[in-house]
């Protein structure tokens, strides 16, 4: 069993930055692909970047990339979101997910989730 704690949610301005936290507990992160995902009001959880375990790939959605760097430091079972260039497009909720597979359809273990509003 894995479980996760997401923070660094919080109130920002467009054009402004957050950083998430997500702290995993009970196994070691490094053998998990760990992603982010997010929802916003009214519309599905929808992926935002991943980390394949081993320290390896990582991907991105088209909508992040050249804003948002996914990082993790297996030896504090932590992964991150640095968010920079936020708009309002990018509120929702964000959630960090754990998977043994390496690019699964369906993630295995989920955090409690974290709000993050951009206002214009």
């Known amino acids: 069993q894995v479980q996760l704690v997401e923070s660094g949610g919080g109130l920002v301005q467009a054009g402004g930055s957050l950083s998430l936290s997500c702290v995993a507990s009970?196994?070691?992160?490094?053998?998990?692909?760990m992603a982010w995902f997010r929802q916003a009001p009214g519309k599905q959880r929808e992926l935002v970047a991943g980390s394949i375990w081993g320290g390896g790939s990582r991907y991105y959605a088209d909508f992040v990339k050249g804003r948002f760097t996914i990082s993790r430091d297996n030896a504090k079972n932590t992964l991150y979101l640095q968010m920079n260039s936020l708009t309002p497009e990018d509120t929702g909720v964000y959630y960090c997910?754990?998977?043994?597979?390496?690019?699964?359809?369906?993630?295995?273990?989920w955090g409690q989730g974290t709000q993050v509003t951009v206002s214009s």
């Open positions: 997910a754990a998977d043994l597979r390496s690019r699964p359809k369906q993630y295995e273990y």
């Open positions: 009970g196994r070691t992160i490094s053998s998990y692909t």
